[in-house]
């Protein structure tokens, strides 16, 4: 029995509408924690333009004074703030379904504000904040589709670029003996940075527990982009758990924006999935 | 006019992800030499190969008019998690840096295994000079700054130093400032 809400997926403008308030909601989240911090953008923080800029390539005069406009302090904040309208306009016009040519258009804007922060901001990025940038790209191709009427490969492609993420990720830990073993997880929630005390005592002295969790990462990071070939019931564990791991890692490592990012793809995955089994 | 849209979106599409596949299998190296200009093709490998294995602290040495070392002061400000880190946390996007401003710098260090001082105008070590010397120590004429690793909480490893830069004057030094 394949429940209908994931049936519904089938229909494009629902997944592209679910992803558009993951994607927004968590953009906003990001782009207001940058604001947070905006002081690191200064000329004396880490994310500094003047000290940046020389790693960039040569440019004609014109290009090189719009860019360091763009870039430069005041110009980063005023992205910022054209990013967190983006993002917000993007989940409420998601939610509700009202204007999907407005939502498409901010989804193109969005894609293009997220790929000129990441000349901006070439350091300190997560995983997430790579991959987000590919979501906005595959919704703002969407769009573009929509409008000339061609299919909506976008989705497709999101769906691709999350599984290239899990596969990734997992068979880089399988190769590495410290993850085969279960002391990478004991060393990674010992730190100050990614950490928590709690887990490292509840962790530390389980050495089965920490072989456990870390093949079941592996294994399903791995096996991850298989989910689309399973029937309903396996297809819905996988994202269940998926998103699960996600959280956990929020709370242990405080990594919030995986689970917005990644969740913002589980919708295309759902595309996929209900274009192979109807 | 839909099909050519699709096949053209599509082809776009596929040439990025294929792309972006070809790079997972780059090393450090081939990385550092194939950087795309808008940085889209990233690797995933989420803390893997190996995990993540120690914090990264930056420290400033302050220096006086008279070549006297003041308190080793912390510029890095990681925390112990907090439950409301699990939806908002800012102060990660300050520390997370550090990591890639150090591995930079040591990439650049061993390119650069015959004319080392030439570091000293890569964009990491300036970018980290500017927050080094952002707030010196009452009465600060030069300063100096080291990254070090620590290992988590356990007592038996000592911190160890991954980075020192050289020594640089303090515009204005002397007075304060």
Redo the contacts between chains.
């Keep these: 029995m394949t429940p209908s809400w994931l049936t519904g997926f089938g229909d494009a403008s629902a997944a592209v509408r679910a992803t558009a308030v993951l994607l927004g909601l968590g953009q906003a989240?990001t782009t207001?924690?940058?604001v947070?911090?905006r002081d690191?953008f200064g000329?004396?923080?880490?994310?500094?333009w003047?000290?940046?800029?020389?790693?960039r390539?040569a440019r004609p005069p014109a290009w090189t004074r719009l860019r360091d406009t763009v870039f430069g302090r005041s110009g980063t904040l005023v992205l910022f703030g054209v990013r967190l309208v983006l993002s917000l306009a993007l989940a409420v016009l998601g939610a509700t379904g009202a204007w999907p040519a407005l939502a498409g258009a901010a989804a193109v804007a969005l894609a293009v504000v997220l790929?000129a922060e990441?000349?901006r901001i070439?350091?300190?990025?997560?995983?997430a904040d790579?991959?987000a940038?590919?979501v906005a790209?595959?919704l703002a191709?969407v769009a573009?589709?929509d409008a000339?009427?061609?299919?909506p490969?976008?989705l497709?492609?999101i769906a691709?670029?999350a599984a290239?993420?899990?596969v990734?990720?997992g068979v880089?830990?399988v190769?590495?003996p410290?993850?085969r073993s279960g002391e990478?997880?004991a060393?990674?929630v010992?730190?100050?940075?990614?950490?928590?005390?709690w887990a490292?005592d509840l962790l530390e002295p389980r050495p089965r527990l920490r072989w456990f969790l870390c093949w079941l990462t592996m294994v399903a990071e791995m096996a991850t982009p298989l989910a689309v070939l399973l029937p309903a019931p396996g297809f819905v564990a996988v994202l269940a758990l998926g998103f699960a791991f996600h959280?956990a890692n929020?709370?242990?490592?405080?990594l919030?924006s995986f689970v917005w990012t990644f969740a913002a793809t589980y919708p295309s995955a759902a595309f996929v999935w209900a274009q192979l089994h109807t | 006019?839909?099909?050519v849209?699709?096949a053209v979106?599509?082809v776009?599409?596929a040439a990025?992800?294929v792309a972006?596949?070809r790079i997972?299998f780059f090393d450090a190296a081939d990385l550092h030499r194939h950087r795309s200009?808008?940085?889209?093709l990233?690797?995933?490998?989420?803390?893997?190969?190996?995990?993540?294995?120690?914090?990264?602290h930056l420290l400033v040495r302050d220096i006086d008019h008279v070549g006297r070392a003041l308190p080793v002061r912390e510029v890095t400000s990681?925390?112990?998690?907090r439950?409301v880190?699990?939806?908002?946390?800012?102060?990660?996007?300050?520390?997370?840096?550090?990591r890639?401003?150090m591995l930079?710098l040591a990439a650049f260090t061993t390119d650069l295994a015959d004319d080392r001082a030439a570091v000293q105008?890569?964009?990491?070590y300036?970018?980290?000079l500017?927050?080094a010397?952002?707030e010196p120590a009452e009465g600060a004429a030069a300063c100096q700054f080291l990254f070090v690793e620590?290992?988590?909480?356990?007592p038996a490893r000592s911190p160890v130093v991954l980075f020192c830069s050289a020594v640089h004057r303090l515009e204005g030094g002397g007075d304060g400032r």
């Design positions: 989240v207001l924690e940058y947070a911090v690191a000329d004396r923080g880490i994310y500094a003047p000290a940046l800029r020389l790693g390539p790929v990441n000349v070439p350091w300190g990025r997560e995983g790579d991959l940038v590919h790209l595959g191709v573009l589709c000339a009427g061609a299919p490969v976008g497709v492609y691709a670029m290239l993420a899990y990734t990720a880089t830990k190769v590495e410290l993850w990478a997880l060393w990674v010992n730190l100050q940075s990614f950490g928590a005390p490292y959280v929020a709370v242990v490592m405080g919030n | 006019m839909a099909t849209v699709g979106c599509g776009a599409l990025l992800f972006s596949v997972q200009p808008l940085g889209l990233r690797q995933y490998r989420l803390f893997s190969p190996a995990p993540v294995r120690a914090d990264i990681i925390r112990l998690r439950p880190d699990t939806l908002w946390n800012p102060r990660r996007r300050r520390w997370l840096p550090w890639a401003a930079e105008v890569a964009p990491a300036l970018a980290v500017g927050v010397t952002a620590r290992f988590g909480t356990d």
